[in-house]
């Protein structure tokens, strides 16, 4: 005898969650699956563990309150892109031995658009224009106090 197949519609926590929930679930998943794409064992051997059992396992950590902590890792990865690849290939470093490439420009830029995406569906107006604020008074401030050229501009 076997098992019912899981899918979407016999998931056994659909629906439980709200969609701030299933955001911040995805976001640790995808976290977590990172760390565990093209893993390492303790003599440096690849698992060959499959992206397919990757994502079932680290949507179980999300769901347990599994998290990947920079502060406490011991390694990290160098994601190397091959032409013609169908994915990137993560090359584990130890931490203390390894410092990346600086980060791309347009890669920063898409980051930085992809979270102000996320922060405009998940607050209401009100709220985005007090974080605006917010940050706008911490630029202004940033920028009169790290300014030298504003010096004396005040004092005329």
């Known amino acids: 005898m076997t098992a019912p197949a899981i899918t979407v519609k ?4 659909r629906r439980k969650w ?4 299933v955001d911040e679930i995805s976001a640790r998943k995808d976290r977590l ?4 794409t093209d893993a ?3 003599a440096g051997q690849q698992l060959y563990v499959d992206a397919a059992h990757i994502h079932i ?3 179980h950590l999300a769901l347990a309150g599994g998290e990947v902590r920079d502060e406490l890792a011991y390694i990290t990865a160098e994601i190397i892109n091959s032409p013609g690849a169908p994915a990137s290939f993560h090359h584990w470093h130890l931490k203390s031995e390894y410092t990346p490439a ?6 920063t830029k898409r980051k930085a658009a992809a979270a102000a995406e996320q922060i405009r569906r998940q607050l209401s107006p009100e709220v985005r224009r007090e ?3 917010m940050m706008r008074e911490e630029y202004e401030k940033a920028t009169r106090e790290d300014d030298p050229d504003d010096v ?5």
Do not use: K, N, R, S
């Not at 016999?10 to 926590?13: A, G, L, N, V």
């Not at 004396?152 to 005329?156: Q, S």
């Open 10 to 13: 016999t998931f056994p926590y």
């Open 18 to 21: 709200t969609q701030a929930q």
């Open 33 to 36: 699956a990172g760390a565990m």
């Open 40 to 42: 390492v064992g303790p």
């Open 57 to 59: 396992l680290a949507l």
């Open 102 to 107: 600086p980060p791309d420009p347009d890669e």
């Open 131 to 133: 974080v605006a604020a």
């Open 152 to 156: 004396g501009a005040t004092a005329v």
